[in-house]
Each structure stands twice: as C-alpha cells, then as structure tokens.
C-alpha cells in the first residue's frame, strides 16, 4: 500500500517535533544539573572522597582560684585500626577480642569499615599493660596511638562539684558537665582525597586544620581550704557514723564559693563503681530539709531591722508560750527564766523568736523570709539546685507563725542558709553565689572571660546587719555556740538542731545537727557551714557541727593571712551550757623559781633546762588557754639573753 506524501511529511513533523522536545528535555536536565545541582553534586563527591583523619583537642584544665590544678589531662593509650593495611581482618579481629574482652564480631565489624581509621570497641583509654600486649602483636593495620583522659591531682577533693567526664571527654555531671562548650574545645583533622578502597587520590591536595584546646577555668575555689573541709567531713564520718555529712564556705561580701563537699563521696574517674545516688547527688545545693534554729538568724534580723524588737529588751521564759491553745517548747524544759533579747538570741530561746514573729506577724515575716532568698533557687552556677519549701500563706495560721519564726515548718537547702546569712551580717547585701571565677585561653594564660560578684536586692540596713553580727558573735562567746571559740578571732555564729522528717511525720531519735559561722565578726571574711544528718551521738549542733566550723574556720583565717582581733566579747564561763573556763597566761619571764613556786603554785607546770630564773614559757604571757592545760617554763642564768 502506498503511503502519501502528505502522510510522510506528517510523519516525518511529528518525528521532529518529538526529537526537538526530546532534545529540549535532556538540554534542559543536563543544564539543570550542571547549573542548579552542580555545587551540591560536586560537594557530595567530595565527601564520598574525602578523608579526614581527627585530631582531639585537649579539654580545659579546671584550678583553683590561686592556680592550684584540680583537673587535669593525661596521656592514655587508644587502639585505632586502618583497614586498608588489614592483612587478615578476621584473625586480627580474634586476637583484639580476646586482649579488650570484646565481642569478636563487633571489632571485625567496627574495623572493617570503609573509613581510613576506624575505632576499635573496648580499645579507648585502655591500660598501658593492654596496650602492650597489643603491639607486642604486631598486627598490621592496627596502631596504639595517645589519647587523653581526665586527671584528679587530689582524688576525691570536691567530687561532686567538679563532677566528671564520660569516654569522649564530654562532660557529665557538676562544672564539666555545665560548662562544657568552654572546655572541650574544638577538634582538628587532616583532610584529603582518596578512593573507595582508602588510597590517596593523586592530584589531591592534604588541609590540617589544628584542634583548639579549651579554655581553663579557675574557680572560687581555694584548694587550701577544700582540703580543711575535707578533712572535717571525714572526721566527722568517723566519729558520729551520720547518713551524711556537708559543709559549704563562701565569702560572704562577694558569694564567692571558697570549698564545698560531702560524705558520702565518689572517685571521679571511677565513677562507675559507685552508686547513682552517690555521684548525682550534690547535697550542699539539693538537699532540703527543716534548718531549725540557724534559721532564726532570719527572724532576728527582720525583726530589728522593722523596730519590733530591741536586744536590750526584757523576756521572760517559762519554758515554753502558748499559741492559739498550743504550747510551743523551748529546747529547756525548765525555761531560761528572766532574760534579755541578746539573751534569747544566745540561748537559741524558742518562746523569744515565737515572739518576735509575732510582732512581725506573718505578711512580714515571709516578706523577710522571700527577700532572703528562701523558697527559690540562689541561681548558683551548678546543676542540680533544688527551691526548698515554705508554707502556703493561706495556710499559716498563729502556730505555723510561730514554728516558722525558730526554723520549724520550712524546708530549705545549705546554699539556701548561706547566701541568706551571708546578707544578715555582709551589710545587708544579698549576693549570689558562684563558682566559676575566670577563664583564660589555655596557650596564652590571658584572661578571656570573668565572673563578678552579683548583689540581688538589699535585704536589711547595714545598721541592723551590724547588730546581727554583734548578736552571733554574743552566741559564740557566751552561748550556745562557744565550742565555735576561737581565741584573738571574733567568731559570730549559731547552732541548729531539726528533727527529721519523713512521709510528713517528724521521726524520733532523728536530727540534722548543724552550725554556720563567720570570723571575723567586725569584718566578716568567711561564712562556714556544716551539717550532720542523723549522727550516732548526742545530737545538738553545738556540740557536734560547732567544733568542725571551728576548726575550718581558724585554719582558714591563717591560711588567709587575717590578722587577730582585739575588742572582741569576751568569753563567759558557763558550765551550765558546757563552756570550759580560760585563764590568762601569766608573764613569769625573769622571775626565780621560788617567785613562781609562790605566785602560781596552782598552775601545772612543766619545768626544762638548768637555773635559778624562768628565761622563758610557752604558751606567751596574755594568751588564754583552758584551765587546767599546761605551762613549760625553761629556766637558765638571769643574766643570760
């Protein structure tokens, strides 16, 4: 059948049409992906040849605030495997099983990834005995290479508040968890090209980018102080076998955190063989309980700063006042009788703090009691700060008025206690607390960032701050405080004893015993705290958390360089509170023995040397020491130097 040429044309148009579109079609996708999807293409080749090889950057060093190291960096060995120079993958895979303990099908996996290196598992941060074992090996393809871990100079020394590091150096817990963008710094590599089966592509160019290692961090920390608490807290274990033990000290002028720490503590880079409860658990900032009477420092201070109380004052108690038909107590039962407001404060006086609250009343009071900080978090740079409780102020009737006022009722937490009784006696300043001071770049030293001290609100007139202060130093020097004496220091401070609570029941035999101390009262430079929780003994703050503070606080002072006080309260004898009686030592330098024998035949004596004249003693003549404690005198020729 013959085609017409009319139909052929026809064709032969519909065939070009089709061409040109086709055409069209493929110059456009062909535009379309030189054009358009051309850099995206160009720089996922790239990739698939691209080869980096890691270069870890070292993590900041973290010191304290006089430069003293408290985590460091060590060298450990790592297990790396470059699969194109596996000769045997699956024996190679066998023997590194068995030396890292591994899954042998794992490590083959892992190690023969296409990637130049490659991880082996089980075989980071390993022992120096592993990694011997392993290049005594000598397997090709496999390289022991160094890599770095955390270091902890002084072992356990402030655990929790440094915290720790996981396999990768990122931060887990405490300071390196929560600045950890400011000390892992940044990795670096060398890059190139190579092919599918890892070789080096030619023509291809190598780039190093070097790592840049974290910045330092220096705390507020005094390591030298750290090491005094940690000392008490570890006595403290010892002796009264408690559930726990914490102590805090700050700078009370500016909130900076001078030591912190508590028992039960933790191994930082064996974190692992601990319990959760242990290491996650920074009690000085998460624990809440009832404070008991440190928290009438509080109630003392609002009420002379209102105007509803004076110190010199009479009160009179029985042993106990009566709220709406309650009896609250006194800790003494018999009652202290007729006494002055200083004199409340001294006794820890319950009936005398219910009164001030009453004069307050309750709007006031927790007015006072929000100011000081309580019932929200201090904002102090650490993770895991918990609000404490305070009482719905709808449901505060005469009697939760009057338990709040002597520190029953409320629940707060150790940091809670100390920015609020570092505003009573620093002026009247609310200052919250930190512990990160500064940060200097690790290569340069220079100071690349710092912290300064906040001051959140004025709480009280630094008139009113100064009367509290000379309040708490009456409490160490004739109260309930005065195992917290320190002889030439002016010592300001208060004792707390709280029954334990627990389902909303008050359990008995159960108490949080603790005291928080300043020194020295006419300037105050450290605020100490110290907490037992259940101890095994007699269990009054006075006489178990008040000598740790003491001793915490006098090595300190030296530590410091603060020079002793004079003008200071004197110190009572009263053995009705248990106070030891002190006596002035005499100057019997260059008397005969005979003179001393005459003079101070009470005194014990221990007698040194050959003569007929004392040429010198110890204690110094004006230092007051215990009665009863020992005096050496040596004797020699009067005329002798």
């Known amino acids: 059948m013959r085609v017409s040429n009319v139909t052929v044309r026809r064709r032969i148009f519909v065939a070009l049409v089709i061409g040109i579109v086709l055409y069209t079609a493929l110059i456009t996708r062909l535009g379309y992906v030189q054009l358009v999807q051309g850099p995206w293409l160009q720089d996922k080749a790239l990739k698939l040849w691209n080869r980096n090889i890691p270069f870890e950057a070292k993590r900041g060093r973290i010191l304290d605030r006089n430069g003293d190291e408290l985590v460091t960096n060590i060298s450990v060995p790592t297990v790396m495997a470059i699969p194109v120079q596996l000769e ?43 990694a011997k074992q392993i290049q005594e090996l000598n397997l090709p ?33 405490g300071l390196e968890r929560l600045y950890d963008d400011y000390l892992k710094g940044q990795p670096g590599y060398v890059s190139y090209l190579a092919d599918a089966r890892g070789k080096t592509m030619p023509g291809g160019e190598e780039q190093y980018i070097a790592p840049v290692d974290g910045m330092d961090m220096y705390l507020t920390i005094d390591s030298t102080i750290q090491s005094f608490i940690e000392r008490e807290l570890d006595q403290a274990m010892v002796a009264y076998q408690p559930d726990d033990v914490l102590a805090i000290a700050m700078n009370p002028k500016t909130g900076e955190i001078l030591g912190m720490g508590s028992r039960p503590t933790f191994q930082p880079d064996r974190y692992k063989d601990y ?119 709808n449901r505060v009737g005469p009697v939760e008025l009057g338990t709040t006022s002597f520190g029953q009722g ?11 009784v570092a505003a009573a006696i620093n002026g009247g300043k609310l200052m919250k607390p930190y512990v990160a001071k500064e940060w200097r770049d690790s290569v340069t030293h220079d100071v690349v960032g710092r912290t300064l001290p906040t001051e959140v609100r004025q709480v009280i007139t630094p008139e009113t701050s100064a009367k509290v202060r000379y309040a708490l130093e009456s409490v160490v020097a004739r109260g309930t405080g005065n195992k917290a004496y320190i002889e030439g220091y002016r010592v300001g401070g208060k004792t707390g004893t709280a029954q334990k609570v627990k389902n909303g029941r008050y359990v008995n035999g159960e108490y949080i015993v603790s005291f928080i101390g300043f020194a020295p009262a006419d300037d105050p430079q450290i605020l100490v705290y110290f907490a037992v929780d259940n101890p095994k003994a007699l269990a009054f703050g006075g006489l178990i958390a008040a000598p740790s503070v003491k001793s915490i606080i006098e090595s300190s002072l030296q530590h410091m360089g603060v020079p002793k006080r004079k003008n ?10 248990g106070q030891t009686r002190y006596v002035e030592v005499p100057d019997m330098v260059g008397l005969s023995m005979q003179e001393v024998v005459t003079t101070y035949d009470t005194l014990p004596l221990v007698v040194s040397g050959k003569g007929t004249h004392v040429i010198s003693q110890s204690p110094a003549p004006g230092v007051k020491i215990e009665e009863g404690s020992k005096i050496r005198i040596h004797l020699g020729d009067k005329s002798a130097d």
Not at 343 to 351: A, T
Not at 568 to 577: C, Q
Request: proline share 4%.
């Open 88 to 130: 045997d993958a699956r024996e190679t895979a066998r023997k590194l099983a068995v030396i890292l303990g591994q899954d042998e099908e794992k490590v083959y996996k892992d190690i023969t990834k296409r990637e130049m290196i490659n991880r082996v598992p089980g075989g980071r941060k390993i022992s120096t005995e592993k």
């Open 141 to 173: 393809g496999i390289e022991v290479v160094e890599d770095t871990q955390r270091f902890y100079p002084h072992g356990t020394m402030a655990a929790h508040l440094l915290g720790f590091t996981g396999i990768d150096n990122q931060g887990l817990t």
């Open 275 to 393: 319990p959760s409860e242990v290491y996650n658990r920074n009690l000085p900032i998460w624990k809440t309980y009832e404070p008991g009477s440190t928290f009438k420092i509080v109630t003392l201070a609002a009420a002379l700063n209102e105007g509803v109380v004076s110190l010199n004052e009479g009160f009179y108690d029985p042993g106990y006042i009566v709220v709406a038909g309650k009896r609250l107590r006194c800790w003494k039962r018999q009652g202290h009788g007729q006494e002055t407001m200083l004199e409340v404060v001294e006794n820890s006086c319950n009936p005398g703090f219910v009164t001030m609250g009453q004069r307050l009343q309750k709007e006031r009071l927790f007015d006072y009691i929000k100011k000081f900080g309580f019932g929200q978090k201090t904002g102090i740079d650490l993770i895991g700060e918990e609000n404490g409780l305070l009482f719905n102020m």
């Open 410 to 420: 409320v629940s707060v937490t150790p940091i809670q206690q100390m920015a609020a």
């Open 568 to 577: 200071g309260i004197a110190r009572e004898y009263n053995p009705a509170l």
